[in-house]
C-alpha cells in the first residue's frame, strides 16, 4: 500500500494568515492526488483533485501543487470557517490511501 | 444536483452483517466510480471499495472477504456489505461518487454501531 504522511498533525493561525500543508506519498504517484476538507460532524468536502485542480465552487483562496511524492495544500487570507482537518488521498493505486490529516485551527 | 443519501440500521451485533445503501439521485448511476469509505470515532478516513455500474469492483485488501460492494442500476442505487463484524467497524459510514479521482460528491454519512 502506498502510504501517505501529513505534516504537520495541527497548526494554528490567524485570520489572513497563509498556511502550507504538506502531504507526502511512499511511493510516485505522479499527479493523483486529492485535497479534502472535513469540518466537525461533516462529510469531508472535495477541494482539489489531480493534485492542483480546484474543484468548483472552491474559493480561490485555495491551491495546491506538486507531483511525484510531494505535495502542499496552500490557503491564503485565512477565515474563520477555515478551521478544519485536512486529508490528502492518493488515487495511484488500490488501495485507495488517506493522510493522517492536518488540523487546522484558526486563532 | 446530484445528491448521495446512505441508509440502514444504527447497530449491528458482533459477527452480523452490516448492510448499507446508498441511494443516488440527481445523477444516473450508469457511469463513474461509486464508493464506501469509512471513518471510526476520532480517527481518520478509510477506503473500503467501489463498484463501476457494469458491476465491476475493487476492494481493500485490509478487508479480505468480508467485503462486498453491489450496483443496483434499476433502483440508482449501490450497498455495501461487510461481515463479519467486530467492535473495531464501528464507524461512520460515507458513499461518494468518484469522478475520475475527485470524489466530488459525499453522502451525509451514517453512524453504524457494532454492539451486542
Known amino acids: 500500500d502506498i502510504q501517505m504522511t501529513q505534516s504537520p498533525s495541527s497548526l494554528s493561525a490567524s485570520v489572513g494568515d497563509t498556511v502550507t500543508l504538506a502531504c507526502r506519498a511512499s511511493?510516485?504517484?505522479?499527479?493523483?492526488l486529492a485535497w479534502f476538507q472535513q469540518k466537525p460532524g461533516k462529510a469531508p468536502k472535495s477541494l482539489i483533485y489531480?493534485?492542483?485542480n480546484l474543484q468548483s465552487g472552491v474559493p480561490s483562496r485555495f491551491s495546491a501543487s506538486g507531483s511525484g511524492t510531494d505535495f502542499a495544500l496552500s490557503i491564503s487570507s485565512l477565515q474563520p470557517e477555515d478551521s478544519a482537518i485536512y486529508y490528502c488521498?492518493?488515487?495511484?493505486?488500490?488501495?485507495?490511501?488517506f493522510g493522517q490529516g492536518t488540523r487546522l485551527e484558526i486563532k | 444536483q446530484v445528491q448521495l443519501q446512505e441508509s440502514g440500521p444504527g447497530l449491528v451485533k458482533p459477527s452480523e452483517t452490516l448492510s448499507l445503501t446508498c441511494t443516488v439521485s440527481?445523477?444516473?448511476?450508469?457511469?463513474?466510480?461509486w464508493n464506501w469509505i469509512r471513518q471510526p470515532p476520532g480517527k481518520g478516513l478509510e477506503w473500503i471499495g467501489h463498484?463501476?455500474?457494469?458491476?465491476?469492483?475493487n476492494y481493500n485488501p485490509s478487508f479480505k472477504s468480508r467485503v462486498a460492494i453491489l450496483v443496483d442500476t434499476s433502483r440508482n442505487q449501490f450497498s455495501l456489505k461487510l461481515s463479519p463484524v467486530t467492535a473495531a467497524d464501528t464507524a461512520v459510514y460515507y458513499c461518494?461518487?468518484?469522478?475520475?479521482?475527485?470524489?466530488?460528491?459525499w453522502g451525509q454519512g451514517t453512524l453504524v454501531t457494532v454492539s451486542s
Open positions: 461518494a461518487k468518484d469522478v475520475g479521482g475527485a470524489y466530488s460528491t
Open positions: 440527481g445523477d444516473s448511476i450508469s457511469s463513474y466510480y
Open positions: 463498484v463501476y455500474h457494469t458491476g465491476s469492483t
Open positions: 511511493q510516485d504517484i505522479s499527479n493523483f
Open positions: 489531480a493534485a492542483s
Open positions: 488521498q492518493q488515487y495511484s493505486s488500490y488501495p485507495i490511501t
